[in-house]
């Protein structure tokens, strides 16, 4: 072939002008048309305003929290995160990525995650409108497109849920790869366009598995084009799919991965070269081409792949090496498929290339699990079922792109009766048939639009039939909002393409025309702005879900553990009843009511359901986390076997369980195995250095082995990880106390309080405080709270009492001793006490007899040798008084006290000077009265 038609072959492709050209001045250069820029300004300005409120929504309870606030491996940005949210979760990494990096900077600040989630949305439009600008050509049709793009409702829960971001960054990067393809294919064909392309779609395909149908998009824009088929562009397509779905990023790290990652590089670039130069290369040149393709093939660990690709690449490489009339022979085939665009057998290539794409995508969701089955429904759905619900989706996306007015965050699998679906999913066949049918007369009726019609209308469906159901997917939801971000842009496109095709044939409607499009525009405006509303919070969206369909199981549950995380018990139960009695096969139901039964202390209930979870769940990996649960019910029922075996297999299960290990090391610490209990903390902080209940725990170990500014800080690095953690502040509080610093103690039980109203021992803790300030009132107050919280702890009665005493309250202080013995007859202390408060109440011999009872019990009891002695003196006994003041000094010199009065009774024996020594022993100790008789009874 000559040279010229060789320079033909590598000619600019033509955009096909199928809709006139704007006529406005500057229309072909974005930068110097001032009304476009202003168009664009504005629509920006207005989706800003539609979504600022959401900068001060919350997380959601769900997905925020497996992917944000619970997922400690986004807590820690080194070189290394990457990798490791890679293979957490390949196809969202990028997405954890950014999340991991809000976090570093802004631990879990709200404000961050929705401000990007709107920055990326602005940028979003910026691309969407550059693109159908490209695309069409037209400013009009890419400012009517990124409008509706901007302020349709069903954009709102891609933006105002964090979770969402994967959306927002994949339309970005896919948005990008197709900027640059576009400049690739209509630029003779640059190289460095292929590989910024090849990064911006795996960049893509590592924010949100979706981008897996951007191989099946080119093949859309090469019709578009009408791009001849040739080996360089059916092999792009295959590098693609490699990158999503074959390499791994460890690649370096791998020898046998880095030859193929790079063997498949180097066979593209030969492939784009031999492409581009095929008619001016030499014999020579192809011959040194096929032996290093070759090479390439058997250097490869990817031969079953290559192969095709390999053998086109030699057949069309040999010609000039053949007998010659093989040759001519051959030459006059291949110049025949030369001349074949896509856009002559658009429909056998697409149809084909989709066919092939959700083949490959079953077997990649077999061999890579790239795509996570549908393991959470309850029910079992056949082929024509999904058939049946992939119209019925369609349907749903059509329906709400046109009246987006009743949105919901829920739109779960149907429930079948009697092996059927509900009638409206057969019906909804009916209706994809017929607009079929309709689209396929109007693009005969039109045949100067088909070409931009098709291409919008195979945009939009290619992007959402990964997300109709034919291929099974995680999850329980038939339909969401969130589905349509990207592949709703066909549809935009579309709707700019009406409305220009009206605007310049139907003049005398433009006006009446251009009113009903701004209505409408008004109405999508006000309704994305009310529909923020719904996802302020956990409870907003799934109170807004269940007040449109009250019928939904996963509702009513994640209300319910959104009720249990602020303690509300009676919320959080009847959502929880609820949402079994709805689906009495919803696991995560049994699992989230086993969790509040725990957390408000019904033990037999909570292990009545994990035990039910255990005995019909299969997912071994899943199960260690409810045999480290029961594990701990069991610990709290003191069934210390039982808790043993069941930490031993759940961390068998998973040998990664930092939750395992920590609470293994709190049985431990319950059989006084403080060595083996930090041992495992620190265990389970090497795996999950984020883990807040490991560091309360392990500073609660270090408190017991006296190491308290060790305990200090893991107290406050829990609470500053966790700033729910009541029980690291409660401990906190607890130092601060024996540290003299009352009124910062106070201030740790009263946040732990306010986090869990139902944590007594924050009150025990406070109240304890305020006695020791002084404030008895308010000790009482807290005892009292205790008490109504857990009535069955005697020590909340015995300090209460005592608050009392201080008061001179004696008969309320001895109906609190009276509780606390009836609940322990051998709590020497509580018998102690109460002796004293009825020796208060002048009823000595019970007084006497309670306390001859405690020193019966424990003949080593100070205390109850202070009231005896005490009691004593004041009945006039001086010498048993004397004798038993005598054996508190022995069993506490330090007792002020007891010192006080072998002072007196030094002084009644006339004993001044040894009395004066005493009592100022006794004052040294802090005891007050010893000073005022220091003052009036001694000279020096």
């Known amino acids: 072939m000559s040279k010229k038609s060789g320079n033909k072959r590598n000619s600019k492709i033509k955009s096909p002008y199928l809709i006139k050209k704007t006529t406005e001045p500057g229309t072909g250069n974005f930068f110097s048309n001032h009304k476009y820029q202003f168009f664009l300004l504005i629509i920006l300005l207005i989706t800003t305003v539609l979504y600022f409120k959401t900068l001060h929504y919350g997380f959601i309870e769900w997905d925020d929290d497996k992917q944000i606030t619970d997922n400690f491996l986004i807590k820690k940005l080194n070189s290394n995160t990457f990798e490791k949210l890679y293979e957490f979760d390949k196809h969202t990494s990028f997405t954890l990525l950014t999340y991991s990096i809000d976090y570093h900077f802004n631990k879990l600040s709200p404000f961050i995650y929705h401000l990007e989630n709107i920055i990326l949305h602005l940028l979003n439009i910026i691309l969407v409108f550059f693109l159908i600008r490209r695309v ?47 400049n690739y294919i209509n630029r003779n064909l640059k190289f460095i366009f292929l590989i910024l392309f090849i990064i911006a779609s795996w960049l893509a395909s590592v924010s949100k598995i979706q981008a897996a149908a951007i191989p099946v998009i080119m093949f859309l824009f090469d019709y578009y084009y009408s791009r001849k088929i040739s080996l360089l562009m059916v092999y792009e397509k295959f590098v693609l799919l490699y990158f999503f779905f074959v390499f791994h990023i460890n690649f370096l790290k791998d020898p046998l991965s880095t030859a193929t990652s ?64 093989y040759a001519l022979y051959r030459e006059k085939i291949a110049g025949k498929f030369r001349n074949i665009t896509v856009s002559k057998y658009k429909f056998i290539i697409l149809a084909t290339s989709l ?95 088909k070409k931009q019609f098709l291409f919008c209308i195979l945009f939009f469906f290619l992007n959402i039939s990964l997300v109709l159901h034919i291929i099974p997917i995680e999850g329980r939801l038939v339909a969401a909002d969130r589905y349509s971000y990207f592949a709703y842009i066909g549809l935009f496109a579309l709707s700019g393409l009406l409305f220009e095709d ?41 109170t807004d879900v269940l007040n449109k369909n009250p019928d939904i199981s996963f509702a009513h549950n994640n209300l319910g553990a959104a009720m249990l995380k602020i303690k509300d018990k009676k919320a959080a139960f009847y959502h929880l009843n609820k949402a079994i009695k709805l689906d009495s096969t919803f696991l995560l139901g049994y699992y989230n009511r086993a969790m509040a039964f725990f957390q408000f202390n019904e033990l037999d209930s909570a292990l009545h359901d994990l035990n039910r979870l255990i005995s019909i769940k299969k997912d071994s990996n899943s199960l260690s986390i409810e045999y480290n649960d029961r594990a701990m019910i069991k610990l709290n029922l003191r069934d210390f076997d039982g808790a043993n075996m069941d930490f031993e297999k759940a961390i068998s299960l998973n040998p990664n369980s930092a939750k395992a290990y920590n609470n293994r090391g709190w049985y431990k610490y319950n059989r006084d195995d403080l060595p083996g209990a930090m041992a495992d903390c620190n265990k389970a902080l090497d795996i999950n250095p984020d883990l807040d209940d490991a560091y309360s725990n392990r500073g609660w170990y270090k408190l017991l082995l006296k190491d308290k500014d060790g305990s200090f800080s893991d107290f406050t690095k829990a609470a500053e990880l966790n700033p729910y953690n009541e029980r690291a502040l409660c401990n906190r509080g607890i130092i601060k106390l024996q540290s003299n610093d009352p009124e910062g103690a106070i201030s740790d039980f009263t946040k732990a309080a306010e986090l869990n109203p139902y944590f007594d021992f924050a009150y025990i803790n406070r109240g304890y405080a305020n006695f020791m ?136 024996k006339k004993d001044l000077q040894g009395a004066c020594e005493t009592w100022k022993k006794s004052f040294s100790l802090g005891y007050k009265e010893a000073g005022e008789l220091i003052k009036k009874n001694c000279k020096n």
Request: proline share 3%.
């Open 262 to 325: 790079f063997g498949i590089l180097a066979l593209l670039f030969m492939i784009f070269y031999f492409e581009k130069h095929r008619d001016n290369l030499s014999l020579r040149q192809k011959i040194i081409f096929i032996v290093l393709g070759i090479l390439l093939f058997i250097s490869s660990f990817q031969k079953i792949l290559l192969t095709p690709f390999i053998l086109w690449f030699i057949y069309e490489s040999t010609p000039a090496i053949l007998p010659q009339q």
């Open 136 to 182: 069409f050509n037209n400013s009009n049709i890419a400012i009517i497109s990124c409008l509706l793009f901007a302020i349709h409702p069903m954009r709102v829960e891609s933006v105002a849920w964090v979770s969402e971001r994967k959306d927002l960054l994949f339309t970005f990067f896919s948005l990008s790869a197709l900027m640059v393809y576009l």
């Open 355 to 449: 066919l092939l794409f959700i083949f490959f995508t079953f077997l990649l969701q077999q061999k890579f699990g790239f795509w996570s089955a549908d393991n959470q429904s309850s029910q079992h759905f056949y082929f024509f079922d999904r058939v049946f619900m992939a119209s019925y989706a369609l349907c749903f996306y059509l329906l709400n792109f046109i009246a987006p007015f009743y949105l919901n965050a829920l739109h779960p699998y149907p429930l079948k009766i009697n092996g059927f679906l509900p009638g409206e999913y057969y019906i909804s066949i009916a209706l994809v048939i017929g607009l079929i049918v309709f689209f396929i007369w109007q693009y005969k009726k039109h045949p100067l639009l």
């Open 502 to 542: 009206i605007r310049q044939n139907l003049i005398k409607f433009k006006k009446i025309l251009f009113g009903i499009f701004m209505v409408y525009i008004v109405c999508f405006t006000f309704y994305t702005w009310k529909r923020t509303d719904a996802w302020k919070d956990t409870i907003s969206l799934f």
């Open 773 to 908: 300030k002084g404030n008895y009132k308010n000790s009482i107050r807290d005892y009292s709270e205790a008490i109504k919280l857990n009535p069955k702890k005697s020590e909340s009665y015995q300090n209460r009492g005592w608050a009392y005493l201080c008061l001179k309250n004696f008969r309320e202080a001895l109906c609190d001793y009276d509780k606390a013995v009836s609940m322990d007859s051998t709590d020497v202390t509580a018998l102690c006490n109460r002796g004293w408060v009825k020796f208060q109440l002048n009823d000595i011999s019970d007084a006497v007899e309670d306390i001859n009872k405690a020193l019966l019990m424990n003949p080593k009891h100070e205390k109850s040798y202070l009231y005896s002695a005490i009691i004593s003196y004041r009945q006039k006994n001086k010498k048993d008084a004397g004798q038993d003041f005598k054996m508190v000094a022995e069993l506490n010199p330090s007792n002020a006290e007891a010192l006080y009065y072998l002072g007196l009774i030094k002084f009644d």
